[in-house]
């Protein structure tokens, strides 16, 4: 890998617009909207406003498995947010979600809307208002949310460190690279050692931890994120965690969630939208295109 020139950094940062790789475009120093643009509601109390990468998948997943539990109450409408065009920069977004990020839910049901952010909140939220996937107290509802926080502070070392520099940094920094790497390495054999001994994350029990750690990790392992970055960490090695992951991925509201707001792979996955359970069978972008 070829090192940049050193850096020395200047006495006060400044921002220079273009910088920053692939995101540069979205990518600034400030917060708030750049757009007066309102978000469109559907007939769901629970309106999601998302794109399908591992965080927004945590989300979908999780109300396909409420409603495959029969919750009813869980119906919902996923609009989908493109943030390469900046759709989360437009104002409505900002009103749910003011750190303008994927994924929003806005909760409709009660007399005020109360608006959910932080994907590991709206995991929290969706599970203790439909008593479903969290461990109502002691040792087990401590194990459950251990494992969701753990995923919620390691995964930026994952997305923001070692998948910007390996797949999206402007130029391959190999200090960077190897900082990252080790890591990730350290995190999946965290995972591989807790799945030795438990079937689950937080125990013999699906909960809200798998919903969240598995759209990143689970499809680390599958050898699904940042181009080779498999072979690269060597995700082979971790069979407890492939273990898992292929338990979580052979359940149907999973396959379900997986395909809300996606908008890359193949179109018999691609969902955009959301807004009825027939969706599935009669809207992603295979049926489409083929006008049904």
């Not at 090192?3 to 475009?25: C, H, I, M, Q």
């Not at 007066?36 to 629970?46: A, D, N, S, T």
């Not at 996937?133 to 509802?141: D, M, S, T, V, Y």
């Not at 459950?144 to 070392?157: E, K, R, T, V």
Request: glycine share 10%.
């Amino acid at each position: 890998m070829t090192e940049p020139l050193e850096y020395t950094p200047p006495d006060v940062w400044t921002w220079k617009p273009g910088n920053g790789g692939r995101f540069a475009s979205i990518n600034r120093p400030i917060a708030g909207a750049t757009q007066e643009k309102e978000l469109p509601v559907g007939r769901h109390p629970l309106q999601l406003y998302s794109l399908a990468t591992p965080n927004g998948v945590k989300v979908t997943v999780m109300l396909e498995e409420l409603l495959a539990l029969g919750h009813a109450g869980a119906e919902y409408d996923a609009w989908l947010i493109r943030i390469s065009d900046g759709d989360q920069f437009g104002s409505g977004f900002v009103g749910v979600n003011p750190n303008s990020k994927i994924p929003a839910l806005l909760d409709r049901s009660g007399a005020q809307p109360v608006r959910v952010f932080e994907s590991g909140a709206i995991l929290v939220y969706l599970a203790e208002k439909f008593g479903a996937f969290l461990p109502k107290g002691g040792a087990a509802r401590a194990e459950c949310l251990s494992w969701l926080f753990w995923q919620m502070g390691s995964a930026p070392y994952l997305g923001g460190g070692f998948g910007h520099f390996y797949a999206y940094a402007p130029s391959k920094i190999e200090y960077a690279i190897d900082r990252f790497a080790m890591e990730v390495k350290r995190q999946l054999d965290v995972l591989d050692r807790r799945l030795a001994e438990s079937e689950y994350l937080a125990g013999p029990e699906y909960t809200v931890a798998d919903i969240a750690v598995w759209p990143w990790y689970g499809a680390l392992v599958k050898g699904l994120l940042y181009g080779e970055s498999g072979r690269f960490l060597q995700v082979q090695d971790y069979k407890n965690v492939l273990r898992w992951d292929e338990t979580i991925a052979a359940r149907v509201a999973v396959q379900r969630g997986q395909k809300v707001n996606r908008i890359s792979g193949p179109p018999s996955d691609q969902l955009h939208e959301r807004h009825d359970a027939g969706d599935f069978d009669t809207k992603t972008q295979d049926k489409v295109a083929a006008g049904h």
